[in-house]
C-alpha cells in the first residue's frame, strides 16, 4: 500500500512537470499576428481594431482564431518581477485586452523570448520563466510565440522545455510556438515540447529573394518553401513544422499571394494572416477566406505535401488527406505563364513516409479547381493546365 503511495507520488510528480498540453493543435494553428505588417507598431487599439476586422471580413468563420500580439507590446517588470504591458501602448492592461478578444470568440495570443531580452529589445523571460508564465496565464492568454534573441550560453531544447514546464505548471492550456529559425533542428526535439516551430529565417516580403541582415538573412515565399520540403516526415497533428506568417495582402502580386497561401495550405503549415486586415482589398479577402483550399490545411492527416515531379517551370506538389482524397498543385515558378497536357493515368503519387499511394490508371478521381471553385472533370481526361506566371493551379481530387 505504502509502496502504492510513493508510486503514484512519483507519477504525479512526472505528471506535473516535463509535459506540454496535449491536444491544443490538432490542425495547424490559425489566426493573425502583428509582426510582418506592423512591427513594433502595436498597441491596444490596434489589436482590438484588427480583431473587430477579423470578425467582419469573415477570417473568424473561415477558422482564423489566434489574434498574436508580437515584439514590442512590452513595459517594465514591477517591483515583484512581474512583466507589464506597455503603458501607453496597452493603458488598459493586458487581462482587458484579453477579455475583449474572447468577447468576440477568438484566442489571445503574445510574445516573448528566452533571452535575457527580446529581439526588439524589450524584457525576455530568461530567469523569470515560471513567473511569466504565470502573468500569461492570469491575463487569459491562449498562445505563446516565443523567440531566440540574446541566448547566448543556453541550450535551446533545455530553454524551451523550461517555458513548457512553467507554462504547464501555471494550469492554463496555452499554445506554445517554438521561434529558433530552425538553428538548433527543433523538428528532433519540438514534438514533446512545444506544438510548432518555426523551420527558417524570417519570411521576407517576396517571391524569392534572399534579405541579407549582416549577422542573418530573411527569405522569400519560394526560399522558405525548398527549405521546408525536407521536413515533412516531423509534421503532424500537434506538432506542426512552422514556414513563418504569411505575407498575403502585403504588397505581392495577387498571383504571388495566391500561390503563397496556396502553398501555405498543402505544406499543412500555421496559416497565420501577417496583413493590416482592416484594409483589405477584396482580392486579398478572397485568398485569405476561401475555405476549400483552408480545408486542404485543416485537413485532420496533417501530412505536409511532397513534391511529385517538375514539369517545365512548374513544381507538382501533391497532399494526401483524410478518406484517400488529395490535393495537387502547380506552381509555376517562373516569371512567364505555362500551359501543359497532364494525362493523370500516366502518374502515380507515392508517398514513402506516409505509405499512401494514388493511381489514376486504375481509379477515377472527380477534379475540384479550389480557386475557380468549379469541378472540371475527371481523371481520366486528358487535360490542359494553366498556370500563369508566378501563380498557382490547385486541385482537390476525390472519388
Ligand atoms: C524574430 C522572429 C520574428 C519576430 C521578431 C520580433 O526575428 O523570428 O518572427 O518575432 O523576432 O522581434
Redesign the pocket.
Known sequence: MKKLFFLSLIFLTVQAYGQKFEGLAKTPPMGWNS?NHFACNVSEDLIKGIADAMVESGMKDAGYEYVVI??CWHGERDEDGFIQPHPERFPSGMRALADYIHSLGLKFGI?SCAGYK???GYPGSRGYEYQDALQYARWGVDYL?Y?W?YTEGLNAEGAFMTIRDALYEAGRPIVLSI?E?GNNNPWDWGKDVGHLW?TTG?IHLCWDCEYDHGTWSAWGFLKILDMHEQLRKYNGPDHWNDA?MLQVGNGMDVNMDRAHFSMWAMLATPLMAGNDVRNMTQETVDILTNEEVIAVNQDPLGIQAFKYDRIGTADIWVKPMENDELAAAFLNRAEFPMEFEFNWEEHIFIDEIFEKEFSFSGTTYNIRDLWAKEDIGTTNVVKSIKVPANDIVMYRLHK
Do not use: F, H, L
Open positions: 509582426w508580437d515584439d510574445y527580446t529581439c526588439a510565440k523567440d534573441c521561434c529559425w518555426r524570417d513563418d
